[in-house]
């Protein structure tokens, strides 16, 4: 790249500065860097891309380097955009550290060193193996001797060619650091070829060993020793935090040994470790602090055990992130730059700099302290790209910034003096001035052609700003700000204008109010109309936003912005502010609305002394939102109470100046909730918080039953009813009731208590008691504190005795398969000492108990019987009942039932429809040889599913209906017959025709249905 002379960087960084561009023009910046990366070697895959990409304007151009050197694009190498492409990878010639550098008119930078290796599995040498003799409890290894490869491979054996890998257990391990097969002892089943088969797991390429003989010696057998162990882990091994390690240890031995692992510390093993069916291998997922330690394999038998330990030490490492970074900076020539880059990371990080991709050059004004970079008086060729990297054994991470250095007369396009100025007299006024100009320019002001000087109302600030005080009518005018440095001189003028102060003069007042009253807050003003005031309102310091408050809105135009408060509430108490804007200056005025309401809940309610009927209250009072509380009311709230009710209180009105009262006419043994409410000339206020609930002492009970009644029942039974006492009014506990009787005229009574309090009946039974025997009767109640009243005495009728006789003149008649009608004769009055209320009619089957019966119970002398089995004989039996039971049955009459109805439902209809007639026709239906004769045929039809339905009969196949034009009907049709109604023929759907003819044919086969529709158009006539 050409090096610019200082004059041209200066006219280049000028014109850049002061040219509008259609986006800012800037170094590059990576979007995207290479990476470490491990490609996989195929055949069908001969293309490799490393990715890179750099933003910058002017778009930037790449190079790459390769271990330290340029690579030329060649056949191999091809750039796509700021991508490497490597055709034909080769894995020695085109492994290596990439690095991507993107360069633009504004610098270079590198990118970060990437590793690039490739995935490749050779295959083994062809060279046959020699054969492995052994005896036979000899132990045996085979040695894979993998072919060169890079990569992750996997180890497996193959058995005389077999399609699957030898199963490993406790005698046969394969290693995946050595890949070699170990057999703690050979067995004769073990002579055979052995294969090592090595897969390369990113290619997914793999390769097969020349066999393995192995043959059985005669000679001997080999005897039991000690365990030796052949395969085991280092003893001291590094994992980092999150990873997966994995142990091999593998003994030879005779008889084979067994393997278990465990911990020096005592520690159990960790949950999560996985050991394999051998326990050859112990695999930690995960690795944490707490799994590091010494680690035991024990390989044992009865020969004696060996042992193999090695510890995992947790090794620490934290990635290298930033923790400060660098920032682009624009600056003016003899400006000084301060640069600081900070990373984190373990080991600590050491950091060096680069500019536009080469190590900084260090000179006598450039200092470089670890991530700290000074440069003093910078210069325009100090201008590029410049780079911090921090690296440290794990890696190094880049952080790129631009250093633009500006050189510039002064220039006020961007940043000129306010053209006009308005101000209030007797305000402030502050004049700016800052141009754009590098380096800094000396700054100066003129009015007219006078330069200003400081005074006691004027005063130039240090950064060029020009402060007036007291703004007086003269002050107005034109005022220049002028500002030079070694590169030009530029100014840039502006006009005060002095405007009149703005007064409030119609302020708010303070006022009171009552809550749903409006009122109106004025604000008017004063001043110099041309400046057009702008109204704001406060409530307690906030804002107030008019389109969310239905409450509040302002009225008034120009100089008048007055506040309504419509339908105050007791929140809208409290200071409203009128603030009044101009473009000079700002006033304010402020008032304070009271607004009175009910009373606030009153507090801290407590109960006192309780009684079986009184409670007594006392509570302190709530806010009276600004009226005097009148008085108070007492409501209470039970569980059998629907909501609060008021109570009565001793005083009866209890005035505002009283904290407590007394409640009276409580139930005793009820719990009560109470709560008070304020009242004053505005209105009720909310209640209390409700007390803790409570409960009134016992009593004896006040309340009798009422509604005593009785009678019915069976012989020789006294039944005596009334209505329970509610709980509320039971008084206390073990409530219960008193019943007394006494034949009517005798003087003695006869009492039983009932312990329940949900009682309502007793029954008193003798058989020695007549029928319909008068008695007196009164029920009285009880608690645990003693007996309450009693009812008012009532006579009550003992109960009725059965009736005596059967029904007479019982007789049937068949109505169909299903139904049969039976009559009877009422029996006489002489039969029952009391009303008869119905029959009871016994149905069953010829064959069967009368215990099995089926019956069905009616109030009048006749009752149809339906759901039975057709051409079934059934015998029938009535009884009457009375209020005391059932009486005797009359005897059995036999009646059979019909024949059923016909199963098969007419077939093959046929319909048309003309205008408003319906016309059908069916075949008939034929009977068989156990069914009803067909006595005719039942039509059904109806507008649509949910119309009315219409039955029309006949003892023809066809006939025809009138109906109305343009509905849809739903037609049945069903054979008639003395065992009732056939099987229906489904509904038929005839569609509203409107003006149309048409006829249809629907055949009811038990497994086809169908329907086909003709339309006939008839002729149209226009």
């Not at 109960?607 to 509380?629: F, K, M, R």
């Amino acid at each position: 790249m050409k090096m610019l002379l200082p004059w041209e960087l200066l006219i280049l960084l000028s014109l850049t500065d002061c040219l509008a561009e259609r986006s800012a023009r800037h170094g590059p910046v990576f979007t995207q860097e290479p990476s470490d990366s491990v490609f996989p070697l195929r055949s069908e895959d001969n293309k490799v891309f490393i990715n890179c990409k750099a933003k910058g304007n002017p778009v930037p151009h790449y190079k790459w380097k390769v271990d330290g050197g340029y690579i030329d694009m060649d056949l191999n190498y091809n750039l796509v955009e700021g991508n490497l492409l490597i055709n034909h990878p080769h894995a020695t010639h085109h492994g290596g550290v990439y690095q991507c550098i993107a360069t633009n008119v504004f610098g270079t930078i590198v990118s970060r060193e990437a590793k690039v290796q490739f995935a490749y599995l050779q295959n083994f040498s062809r060279k046959s193996r020699n054969t492995v003799s052994v005896r036979e409890g000899q132990a045996v290894v085979l040695l894979c001797g993998p072919p060169p490869h890079n990569g992750e491979i996997k180890y497996s054996w193959v058995f005389n060619g077999r399609p699957s890998f030898l199963l490993q257990d406790t005698r046969r391990f394969v290693s995946q650091r050595t890949g070699n097969l170990y057999i703690a002892k050979v067995e004769a089943s073990d002579v055979g070829n052995y294969t090592c088969v090595v897969r390369n797991m990113m290619t997914n390429a793999t390769a097969y060993s020349s066999p393995t003989p192995v043959v059985l010696r005669r000679d001997a057998v080999m005897g039991e020793y000690e365990p030796k162990i052949e395969v085991q882990f280092p003893e001291s091994l590094h994992v980092t935090k999150g990873s997966s390690v994995k142990l091999e240890c593998f003994a030879l031995g005779n008889p084979v040994p067994s393997i278990t692992w465990r911990r020096t510390d005592g520690n159990p093993l960790p949950g999560k470790i996985k050991i394999n069916h051998s326990n050859g291998v112990l695999e930690i997922p995960y690795f944490r602090p707490e799994d590091a330690g010494v680690y035991e394999c024990v390989a044992e038998n009865s020969r004696g055990k060996n042992v193999a330990k090695g510890q995992l030490v947790f090794q620490s490492v934290e990635h290298l992130q930033w923790v400060q970074t660098l920032k682009d900076v624009h600056m003016a020539i003899e400006a000084n730059l301060q640069w600081e880059c900070k990373a984190s990371g373990k080991p600590k990080p050491v950091y060096r700099w680069l500019k536009n991709g080469e190590p900084l050059v260090l000179e006598d004004r450039i200092l470089v302290e670890g991530g700290r970079l000074a440069v003093p008086r910078i210069n325009l060729l100090d201008s590029g790209m410049y780079q911090c990297l921090a690296e440290n054994e794990h890696g190094a991470i880049y952080a790129s910034a631009e250093l633009k250095v500006v050189a510039s007369s002064p220039d006020f396009s961007s940043s000129p003096v306010k053209k006009s100025m308005l101000i209030q007299r007797g305000g402030e006024v502050i004049m700016e001035c800052r141009p754009h100009a590098s380096p800094r320019a000396s700054i100066s002001w003129r009015r007219g052609g006078e330069f200003l000087k400081d005074s006691t109302r004027r005063t130039i600030m240090g950064d060029g700003t020009l402060r007036i005080s007291n703004i007086s009518e003269s002050d107005g005018g034109r005022y220049t700000c002028v500002a030079r440095n070694p590169f030009g001189t530029s100014s840039s003028t502006g006009t005060l204008v002095v405007k009149e102060p703005t007064k409030i003069t119609v302020p708010p007042l303070s006022v009171d109010a009552t809550v749903g009253e409006s009122i109106v807050l004025p604000c008017e003003v004063s001043g110099d109309s041309s400046l057009g005031p702008t109204f704001k309102w406060f409530f307690n310091g906030k804002l107030i936003d008019f389109n969310r408050q239905d409450h509040f809105e302002m009225i008034g135009v120009g100089s008048a912005g007055d506040l309504m408060v419509r339908n105050i509430q007791l929140k809208h108490s409290g200071k409203y502010v009128c603030m009044v804007h101009t473009v000079v200056d700002s006033v304010s005025a402020a008032a304070h609305l009271i607004v009175r309401g009910p009373p606030g809940a009153p507090e801290g309610l407590i109960v006192g002394e309780i009684t079986d009927s009184t409670a007594q209250l006392s509570w302190e009072s709530g806010p009276d939102h600004h009226s005097p509380v009148i008085t108070y009311s007492i409501q209470a709230r039970t569980p059998f109470s629907i909501g609060w009710q008021a109570v009565r209180t001793v005083p009866d009105s209890v005035p505002g100046q009283m904290f407590h009262a007394t409640v009276i006419d409580l139930n005793p043994w009820v719990d009560y909730e109470f709560r008070v409410v304020a009242s004053n000339n505005v209105g009720v206020g909310e209640p209390s918080m409700q007390s803790k609930q409570i409960r009134t002492k016992a009593a004896v009970p006040e309340v009798a039953p009422g509604n005593v009644s009785g009678g019915g029942g069976r012989r020789g039974e006294l039944v005596i009813q009334w209505e329970p006492i509610p709980e509320e009014l039971q008084s206390g506990e073990e409530f219960g009731y008193v019943v007394a009787f006494r034949p009517l005229g005798t003087s003695t009574w006869k009492q039983t208590v009932l312990a329940s309090p949900d009682a309502s009946r007793y029954t008193f039974r003798n058989d020695s008691v007549p029928p319909l025997s008068q008695f007196e009767v009164k029920v009285g109640v009880y608690n645990n504190k003693g007996e309450g009243p009693s009812s008012h005495v009532v006579v009550v009728y003992s109960a009725e005795e059965e009736p005596s006789e059967p029904p007479s003149r019982v007789w049937t008649r068949t109505l169909s398969a299903s139904e049969i009608e039976v009559y009877w004769e009422p029996i006489t009055q002489t039969a029952s000492s009391w009303k008869i209320i119905g029959y009871e009619v016994l149905c069953w089957e010829e064959g069967m108990q009368e215990s099995d019966a089926e019956m069905v119970r009616v109030t009048d002398t006749a009752a149809i019987l339906s759901g039975l089995k057709g051409s079934t004989v059934y015998l029938i039996s009535v009884r009457a009942q009375n209020s005391a039971g059932a009486g005797p049955s009359s005897p059995a009459v036999n009646v059979t039932t019909k024949k059923p109805p016909p199963s098969q439902p007419p077939g093959n209809i046929e319909w048309n429809l003309t205008n408003s007639k319906i016309f059908l026709s069916w075949e008939h239906v034929k009977a068989m040889g156990n069914e009803s004769e067909v006595t005719g045929y039942k039509v059904l039809y109806r507008q649509n599913w949910l119309g009315k339905t219409s039955v029309v009969e006949t003892n023809r196949t066809s006939m025809a209906l009138q109906v109305p034009s343009g509905e849809d009907y739903l037609i049945e049709i069903k054979a008639l017959s003395d065992g009732g109604d056939g099987s229906s023929s489904g509904p038929i759907r005839i569609p509203k025709m409107s003006s149309l003819n048409s006829n249809g044919h629907f055949s009811s086969a038990p497994c086809k249905i169908c329907a086909v529709m003709f339309f006939i158009l008839s002729k149209l006539t226009l």
